[in-house]
């Protein structure tokens, strides 16, 4: 206990106050923790320190939030730094404001506190925890261990409860909506609970995807509406390429919902997707239109670098309906490989694969491949200015086919074989051109990652190397996670495998 003593120089202390969620700032919780704080520092005449009182709002001691990233680790990077003397207090209604983590954890932090020359006040039960104080009275840390275990055993049942509600919610999803949030461009009759589309920005919505099929940028898109003042469903603000992009990839549009669960790994929370649920909106977009655009944006630089570091990246494609395969790296069990229709509602085979036994098999399996591959063979790493002048000779034929079968039109006939001469020579002087400059280049590739393969690394430039090579060699692949192997096809169809 703090003896009140006028004849000593006054010591300072810290109020920290915190509460685990939003809807209990409208309660009593500040007025109630700040009320026993601004008591107790009268009482022993203590100088309440206002400009470095510590709240943590809505941040739960659950997870080690608040002294990870919360106010309660600026207290203690002021204590390490000298700006909070030695001596003085931190005032905390109970233990469980200071910590809901495990018993062993939350002691960890009370022993930090208190070693750094701290003495922790809880005012619920004027119990002080300072060097001195458990010395005296070793009992003191027994006392806190025991409130640490409950208050984590109450945060854990609460966090079981949290999840059980939510699957019950899911057994209902198909009937009615299990929660208020919709899309911008639905709203909720509460009545009778069923969605409402809002017609205006249905159609903006509409002529998102219509531009996005052509292959308007989001930046372009957000352009375009901002010089044609649409409305962007919030006053005073415009398009954005983020706020188009949210759209363009949202399962909404065509009635999926995805739920998402909270996950915590090394002490930081992430939003986990679980397996969609179809029909739950109006749909406002169809499923062809939808798939098509989803393609492109993976296809092209709308799907970003965030899943560049895996080997498999923009090559892989679902075994059950061939559209590619995301590489998401929050998924429950690790890194894992999810077919893009399943996750988009579009196809029903949601099934992660987990991505760590493919990568390792792949890695293992992939040097011997490279190094017997003859990269100066024809068809790997083709230009795009190749593509185009074959295009341009496939395009030229089949033109002269149609015309010679149905005209008799010598002159026209000659001229399209003379412009179909012309575009096959054009092609062959292309591709000797190309197969000079490009083979050294594409050499040099091969064996830079045959170079990663063989001393075993991990990095992203590594896997960044390995995945260019891949997608050079091979067309597509397909990981078969029923038979347990891999199969890598070429361009003409024939595949090599890999056992996982």
């Known amino acids: 206990m703090i003896q009140s003593d006028t004849s000593v120089a006054k010591r300072y202390a810290y109020s920290y106050v915190r509460f685990s969620s939003p809807e209990q700032m409208s309660g009593d919780s500040i007025r109630r923790q700040t009320a026993l704080a601004v008591s107790y520092a009268d009482e022993f005449s203590l100088i309440l320190d206002d400009r470095l009182t510590y709240r943590d ?3 739960s001691g659950f997870r080690g939030q608040n002294s990870a990233s919360g106010r309660l680790g600026d207290f203690l ?7 909070v003397p030695q001596g003085s ?5 109970n233990l469980d404001r200071l910590s809901r983590e495990s018993a062993l954890n939350a002691q960890s932090l009370l022993t930090q ?3 750094a020359g701290i003495t922790i006040v809880t005012l619920s039960d004027r119990r002080t925890y300072s060097i001195d104080e458990l010395r005296r009275d070793p009992m003191g840390l027994i006392y806190a261990l025991i409130n640490f275990i409950r208050a ?4 854990e049942l609460k966090s079981f409860r949290g999840k059980a509600s939510w699957s019950a919610k899911r057994a209902i999803a198909e009937s009615e909506p299990i929660t208020s949030s919709c899309p911008r461009w639905l709203s909720l009759n509460k009545n ?6 809002i017609p205006a920005r249905a159609k903006v919505v509409r002529d998102i995807f219509s531009l ?6 989001n930046t372009k898109i957000a352009e375009t509406f901002n010089r044609h003042k649409v409305p962007a469903w919030k006053s005073d603000s415009l398009w954005t390429r983020d706020k188009v992009g949210w759209i363009a990839r949202s399962s909404a549009v065509i009635g999926t919902f995805v739920p998402h669960v909270i996950e915590w790994k090394d002490g930081r929370q992430t939003r986990v997707p679980c397996p969609p649920i179809r029909r739950y909106y109006p749909a406002i977009i169809s499923v062809d239109t939808f798939q098509q655009v989803q393609t492109g944006r993976l296809t092209s630089n709308w799907a970003g670098h965030g899943s560049i570091g895996y080997i498999l990246n923009q090559i892989a494609v679902c075994e059950n309906c061939g559209s590619l395969m995301i590489i998401s790296p929050s998924a429950p069990n690790g890194p894992s490989m999810i077919c893009s229709a399943s996750v988009a509602g579009t196809a029903a085979h949601y099934a992660p694969i987990a991505y760590g036994p493919v990568d390792a098999a792949l890695r293992q399996g992939l040097s011997a491949i490279f190094t017997a591959c003859d990269i100066s063979a024809p068809g790997y790493g083709r230009s795009r200015r190749l593509s185009v ?11 002269l086919l149609a015309v010679s079968l149905s005209s008799s039109h010598t002159d026209l006939l000659e001229e399209m074989r003379h412009t179909l001469y012309l575009l096959e020579q054009d092609l062959l002087d292309k591709a000797d051109m190309y197969q000079h400059s490009a083979t050294s280049k594409l050499e040099k590739k091969l064996s830079e990652a045959i170079g990663c393969l063989s001393t075993g690394r991990h990095d992203k430039k590594s896997s960044i190397a390995i995945n260019k090579v891949i997608r050079i060699i091979f067309s597509k692949v397909v990981v078969r996670s029923k038979t347990g192997h891999i199969d890598l096809y070429h361009d003409d169809g024939k595949a090599q495998r890999i056992n996982i």
């Open 389 to 399: 002048a074959q295009n341009n000779v496939d395009r030229a034929r089949r033109e």
């Open 89 to 93: 207090l931190l005032l905390v209604e």
């Open 212 to 217: 996005a099929q052509k292959g308007v940028s």
């Open 192 to 197: 009778d609970k069923t969605f409402s589309i």
């Open 152 to 155: 984590n055993e109450e945060s």
């Open 113 to 115: 506190i208190v070693l």
């Open 77 to 83: 990077g002021a204590v390490s730094l000298g700006i």
């Open 57 to 59: 709002y809505g941040i």
